[in-house]
């Protein structure tokens, strides 16, 4: 069952994996540039799924269709990392490739929960990678992700700062953000998952990162602040 509110571009769907009433609310510029009918994919639940309407001009729901593509797309992150060496090209080919993977899905469906989903596939990451960090210190833990994020292409991280129990540090062409325009927001929450778990993971504290500049945002750089208890 599905309807649509066509003023508000609320739409009702309910979705026949998790059996739930999921309301979600269509862009303003949704139907721009479309070939009709088209798609629009509204991702939510635990694990991830997604239900798809297809819309003609007038935004008429013509039909839908469910699907687990985050799911699955998850399930090749938690594989990652299981074989190859820090800076190897095996090692960077998968890392990239899964990176790519989890950001071009999640991307693609831009959904109010973005930053739970990119935050999500960082965590990961970092789970997945958190044995290739060797240090037992936050301080030697980020000169670590300081050579991780280059040796894979990932970014230039520099102005390492170390403040009492707090550090600030710049990311130079992150990935995360690399491709994106100005969207005038900070949306590094996929660098800020895997950073968070990498650390917490190997030394047993809690952090907290907080994204203070980013170039998604207009900024020179994403600059970040670090603190832990």
Partial sequence: ??????????????????????????????????????????????????VTVYLDKQLNIRSTEFGDSLSISCEILHNCGDEGKLGTPEFKDQVLKSWITGFITTINVFTKDREEILNRVGRILGDKYAKHFNSKDVQGIIDEFQEFWKSNDFGFVRN???????????????????????????????????????????????????????????????RFSMKWD
């Fill in 1 to 50: 069952m599905y309807k649509i509110n066509k003023s508000s571009r609320e739409v009702e769907v309910e979705c026949k994996f998790c059996k739930e009433k999921i309301v979600f609310t269509l862009p303003e510029n949704v139907g721009e540039n479309k070939n009709y009918p088209f798609p629009y994919r509204f991702v939510h639940g635990e694990p991830y799924h997604s």
């Fill in 160 to 222: 390492i700062t170390k403040k009492d129990d707090q550090i600030l540090f710049d990311i130079v062409d992150n990935l995360e953000v690399y491709y994106l325009p100005n969207m005038y927001r900070k949306l590094c929450f996929l660098t800020n998952g895997f950073l968070k778990v990498v650390i917490e993971k190997n030394l047993g504290i809690t952090v907290s990162i907080m994204e203070l500049q980013c170039t998604a945002n207009g900024d020179p750089q994403c």
